[in-house]
């Protein structure tokens, strides 16, 4: 198939692992598409977050008072240093009881899911095969196409970067009260009194609706740009490997290749994982923190 459509077996196994598990069998061609439903990116950020959860549940059920062990000591040092950024970024007590754990959720959720890309490519492919539902070129099963990585799926960092924004108005609305908040909306950034603020009104409404929107896209597609250049790259390391052709002397260094590359990348890539998390997490709790301020 790929020969016929003038496509190299490299670019076909890259496309082909770029197609996620969803209800029309084939890639997304528009940014949005709510007629698309990814399966396997709904299973997996799902499975992650009750993981996550799961963890959390365990570290309170056998939380004790005295020295702790070291998963309790663990979770209690990620807490401690979410509380102490929520701290210092949310002035508002009453707030942060909600916005603390709630970025601990997004940090942990994050890390949980961006963890998924380090599981070796084609291990799911090759899972799949052995029972039958995966088929092949010819005669495709259920499971043919499948991405693992939920955050390398635009839709999942954005529908979080959504709720995001969705907080920012309830929070907003909540301190400033309704009326102020609409109120800053056409007052603010540029203050003016008279025949000024009316002329003003234009700009400040449209100048309010492009920083809302950047935030919320810059919040979505950073996770989701390093997410997916991660996952592009851990393809072209598999095809170091997927070229083995004997034991001749290409096919051994193209496979000592594949070995020192996609440990240096994992390795590398830990810190990725971690790093993403952390920005969507501080940029939340920043988010959050903003709309409790005036202009």
């Not at 025949?195 to 100048?207: D, E, M, Q, R, T």
Request: with cysteine; hydrophobic share 55%; proline share 3%.
């Amino acid at each position: 198939m790929a020969a016929a459509e003038g496509v190299s077996p490299q670019q076909y196994y890259i496309q082909h692992h770029l197609v996620h598990f969803n209800n029309v069998g084939e890639k997304q061609t528009n940014i949005a598409d709510f007629g698309i439903i990814n399966y396997d990116s709904l299973f997996w950020s799902i499975a992650t977050g009750l993981v996550v959860i799961f963890v959390l549940y365990l570290a309170a059920r056998k939380a004790t008072n005295g020295v702790p062990g070291r998963f309790q000591a663990g979770v209690e040092m990620v807490v401690e240093m979410v509380a102490d950024q929520a701290k210092s970024i949310v002035n508002n007590a009453e707030s942060r009881k909600f916005i603390a754990p709630l970025a601990l959720t997004v940090f942990l959720w994050i890390v949980a899911m961006n963890a998924l890309d380090l599981v070796p490519v084609d291990l799911l492919v090759q899972v799949f095969s052995w029972i039958g539902l995966a088929g092949d070129h010819h005669h495709h099963g259920p499971l043919y196409y499948h991405r693992i990585l939920p955050t390398a799926d635009l839709n999942i960092p954005l529908g979080m970067s959504l709720c995001i924004l969705l907080l920012s108005f309830y929070y907003g609305i909540k301190v400033k009260g309704g009326g102020h908040f609409v109120k800053e909306l056409f007052t603010a950034p540029f203050h003016a009194h008279g025949v000024g603020a009316i002329l003003l009104v234009p700009a400040n409404f449209l100048l309010n609706l492009i920083e809302y929107a950047a935030k919320t896209v810059s919040l979505g597609m950073r996770l989701f740009g390093n997410m997916f250049a991660g996952e592009l790259v851990f393809m072209l390391i598999a095809l170091l490997g997927g070229a083995w052709t004997g034991f001749n002397a290409l096919s051994l260094s193209l496979g000592v290749g594949h070995v020192l590359a996609g440990s240096i990348w994992a390795i590398f890539h830990i810190l990725i994982i971690l790093l993403q998390a952390f920005i969507f997490m501080m940029l939340t709790l920043v988010y959050l923190g903003q709309a409790h301020e005036g202009h």
